[in-house]
């Protein structure tokens, strides 16, 4: 705990420009890395306005500082439209066609106040981490055209029949959208599973070679002898995981990828064979193929489609409406 706290340093106390529609994001990086259980007590610490710098990252609000039962935590409430632009710059390059910018800002908006929604009697509302949506800190000087775009699709947000939808996205969908059944255990009318190029991404198709020793320790199983697709989704990724040990198991493929690693394993996405002793993933895509395909997003941009045709294509039968007139 003395470790954590010797890398937050104080920059400034000021109170921040009147604040309308603001979020509260907990921060969640190397030194901040434990989400608080529901249930466990927190004691605020403390409290500052200003700007807060951990490590790299510039956090500008209301900043708190909760201690748990074995943590931690630092909470910045912060202007939603501030923090959109944070999510953005994080989640995609500004160098990307401005369209699908301004895409990611829309589905961003939308996931963020949707989780502020479902959360609003917490001490904070999203993370900062992949768990939730990236957010690096408050740096929207320093990306321009990030700043524009959210700024031009201000207050926009999608909904479906009057409601926030589940505005999930990922990297990059390796053809074709997921069902989210498949991956969430509920469906949605607006998230059916749709063609999407994604051939600039660099995880358009990759190759793994796992040990089966590490295979064997992800999953807490000892002496596998073999490794297969056993069943397949809609869209024809791995569901579930046939593995042989001294008695035959079954893993699903999303549980799996989740013990070996979102990095280690890019996607469900692939084909598993064993060679020696190895586990061989030959797959495409990256993330869990849900909605928005941001690189597939950045092709339709680059074809000359807007971000409202990019949206309605991910969201079929959403509708883009201001938040603020709701």
């Given at each position: ?38 249930a466990?007590k ?41 923090y ?9 390059s500004e ?26 009697d917490?001490?904070f509302h ?28 201000g ?5 479906y ?12 969908c ?23 190029q ?27 002898t ?25 893993v ?9 690693g ?22 495409k895509g ?33 509708v ?7």
């Open positions: 705990m003395k470790r954590a706290l010797c890398t937050v340093v104080f920059l400034l106390i000021l109170a921040p420009a009147a604040m309308s529609e603001t979020i509260k994001v907990l921060i969640l990086d190397g030194n901040f890395s434990r989400m608080p259980e529901k466990e927190l004691k605020r610490l403390d409290a500052i306005k200003g700007e807060l710098l951990i490590g790299y990252a510039r956090y500008k609000g209301n900043i708190e500082v909760w201690q748990g039962d074995e943590s931690l935590y630092l909470v910045s409430e912060m202007p939603l439209e501030e959109i632009e944070g999510v953005v710059a994080a989640e995609i160098a990307w066609e401005m369209e699908a910018i301004k895409a990611q800002a829309v589905v961003a908006r939308t996931y963020a106040l949707n989780m502020k929604s479902k959360n609003k917490r001490k999203i993370t900062s981490s992949v768990m939730h949506q990236l957010f690096k800190g408050n740096n929207s000087s320093e990306n321009r055209r990030v700043a524009y775009a959210v700024k031009s699709t207050g926009e947000i999608l909904t029949k009057g409601d926030l939808i589940e505005a999930y996205y990922h990297s990059t390796g053809g074709i959208t997921e069902d989210p059944e498949e991956v969430f255990g509920r469906g949605y009318p607006y998230l059916t599973p749709v063609k999407s994604c051939t600039l991404s660099p995880y358009q198709s990759w190759q793994r070679r796992i040990p089966l020793a590490e295979v064997e320790a992800a999953l807490g199983l000892k002496g596998i073999d490794i297969a697709v056993k069943s397949k989704t809609v869209t024809g990724r791995a569901k579930e995981i046939a593995v042989v040990t001294s008695g035959n198991r079954t699903e493929a999303t549980e799996l990828r989740k013990k070996l979102w990095k280690k394993l890019p996607s469900t996405n692939f084909a598993l064979k064993v060679e020696g002793g190895t586990a061989v993933f030959d797959g990256y993330g869990h193929g849900v909605g928005l395909c941001q690189w597939g997003s950045l092709e339709m941009a680059k074809s000359g489609k807007t971000y409202r045709e990019i949206l309605m294509h991910y969201y079929p039968g959403t883009i409406e201001l938040y603020e007139a709701r």
